[in-house]
């Protein structure tokens, strides 16, 4: 019953900026790390940023400097905010995330469908 959802994809030109947001919902013990991924068709899935339950994040080499993760423990969510954006940041973006649902001894990964993200004049 436990699900992710991802929100706030659209279109924008290069420069601009996108904040990305996942929401964890149902009957859920605990989330571990949680995470955002992009992929292309044809492309496999690359991992973009990640972060720990204590706020330690990591990036990838290709969004550094530009991409920050972040996450509100509280309302179960994660967010990517996205700055000075590239048309190679386009992509479908996925969040992942380590769920412990009610009822569950252990955590596992779940994903979200992804939202768009376009990147063009």
């Known amino acids: 019953q436990v699900q992710l959802a991802e929100s706030g994809g659209g279109l924008v030109q290069p420069g601009g900026s996108l904040r990305l947001s996942c929401v964890a919902s149902?009957?859920?013990?605990?989330?571990?790390?949680m995470r955002w991924y992009r992929q292309n068709p044809g492309k496999q899935r690359e991992l973009v940023a990640s972060?720990?339950?204590?706020?330690?994040?990591d990036y990838a080499d290709s969004v550094k400097g530009r991409f920050t993760i972040s996450r509100d423990n509280a309302e179960n969510m994660v967010y990517l905010q996205m700055n000075s954006l590239k048309p190679e940041d386009s992509a479908v973006y996925l969040c992942?995330?380590?769920?412990?649902?009610?009822?569950?001894?252990?955590?596992?990964?779940?994903w979200g469908l992804g939202t768009q993200v376009t990147v063009s004049s």
């Open positions: 992942n995330a380590d769920l412990r649902p009610v009822g569950e001894l252990g955590y596992y990964a779940h």
């Open positions: 149902g009957d859920i013990f605990g989330i571990k790390s």
């Open positions: 972060i720990t339950t204590d706020g330690s994040t």
